[in-house]
């Protein structure tokens, strides 16, 4: 695990950013998975103007959602696929075609689940898969229990998650209970996985998910398991890890391959 610590919210959005653009410039028709939640925010804002720059393109680009809502009007400014599109795709100028989630609609939501595992590998697999970390160790809606083996499938959603996204919806009754999200293992397929976390309220969790037991009560700590994850916080969030003088160390130092 790549841990990288940053100063602050703009620091962390121009790393991620950094890595995004540097993908596409090698893979312009690249395949990303995207996170929804205010942590990603800023690096969605970041690649914005780096596209108005005329740094990078994403017209050919083809994005995957993580997770959905199960239970609201497919118009609901909430569904994880409007907010993609207003929040993301609209801002990068992604074509919104482009963007695919899974069917929550579906008459059999496990069929809908097994066909959205088939379009991601009909896509070629996710090369970048974009994440936040919930306060409860969540990745998706993988929330503390969910197999580490588990694929796309609908799930239940904590309180705490709920309490979380309340703001969203105006109060906590209104937030779905439900959700399908991609697997942990869905996760684990991606190529490379972008895990961010910022502020004080993630140092915890973070701490937990990078330097903590693999466990199915962290869902994200099953990322130790990936050979390619990068995990970008700010100073906050990077408060409570254990080996962050070292992580430190290690960026100033340069990648271990490079000739001194
Ligand atoms: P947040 O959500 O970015 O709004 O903190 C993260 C998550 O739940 O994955």
Request: glycine share 8%; hydrophobic share 45%.
């Amino acid at each position: 695990m790549e841990v990288v610590i940053t100063e602050d919210v703009d620091a962390v959005a121009g790393r991620a950013a950094d890595i995004v653009v540097a993908l596409l410039r090698s893979r312009p028709g690249a395949v990303l998975g995207v996170a929804t939640g205010s942590t990603p925010l800023p690096t969605y804002l970041e690649l914005g103007r780096r596209v108005a720059a005329g740094e990078v393109s994403f017209e050919r680009c083809r994005a995957f959602l993580l997770d959905e809502y199960i239970g609201l009007p497919p118009d609901h400014p909430e569904c994880y696929a409007n907010v993609v599109r207003r929040r993301f795709a609209d801002v990068v100028g992604l074509p919104p075609h482009h963007v695919a989630g899974p069917d929550v609609w579906a008459p059999d939501l496990s069929a809908a689940c097994a066909a959205y595992e088939d379009a991601i590998v009909s896509a070629g697999g996710i090369d970048l898969q974009l994440l936040g970390i919930g306060a409860d160790g969540h990745i998706g809606f993988n929330e503390p229990g969910s197999s580490l083996a588990s694929l796309t499938r609908p799930t239940t959603l904590t309180s705490v998650t709920r309490g979380a996204n309340a703001h969203r919806f105006g109060s906590i009754d209104d937030v779905p209970r439900h959700a399908v999200t991609q697997g942990v293992a869905t996760i684990g397929r991606a190529r490379h996985v972008l895990l961010l976390a910022t502020g004080a309220h993630k140092s915890s969790i973070v701490a937990a998910a990078v330097e903590g037991p693999i466990t199915a009560m962290v869902p994200a700590s099953a990322l130790q398991l990936h050979p390619h994850v990068t995990v970008v916080v700010d100073e906050a969030a990077a408060s409570r890890l254990s080996l962050a003088d070292y992580y430190r160390e290690i960026e100033a130092a340069g990648p271990a391959w490079r000739p001194a």
